[in-house]
């Protein structure tokens, strides 16, 4: 199993970017996946997350109305549409899958991690 998140980059208060999450080794469609992200001096905090077939989906109040998470099954990609940016939003962003109890968005119950990409919302 293998994910690789992307996408990130500086963008000003109020823009938008798109993050994407390439996946691999497994069949995207049966697991969870989130988006988490973390903030300098900050704890691992999750962001947005689907379940199994996009059943059931989970945002954080934070990002509430203006992230939108989203999978490809085609191209074994998910992604995540943030708008509206703060300056609070900047974090290295994570894509994570999950092959049970992943629809609540636990950290804890995510078993499979790519790396890292650094959003940056300044003016």
């Known amino acids: 199993v293998q994910l690789q998140a992307s996408g990130g980059g500086l963008v000003q208060p109020g823009g938008f970017l798109r993050l994407s999450c390439a996946t691999s080794?497994?069949?995207?469609?049966?697991?969870?996946i989130g988006w988490f992200r973390q903030a300098p001096g900050k704890e691992r905090e999750r962001v947005a997350c689907?379940?199994?077939?996009?059943?059931?989906?989970y945002y954080a109040d934070s990002v509430k109305g203006r992230f939108t998470i989203s999978r490809d099954n085609a191209k074994n990609t998910v992604y995540l549409q943030m708008n509206s940016l703060k300056l609070e939003d900047t974090a290295v962003y994570f894509c994570a899958a999950a092959d049970y109890g992943g629809s609540g968005c636990s950290i804890l119950a995510y078993d499979y991690w790519g790396r890292g990409t650094l959003v940056t919302v300044s003016s």
């Open positions: 689907t379940s199994e077939g996009d059943s059931s989906t």
């Open positions: 080794g497994f069949t995207l469609d049966e697991y969870a």
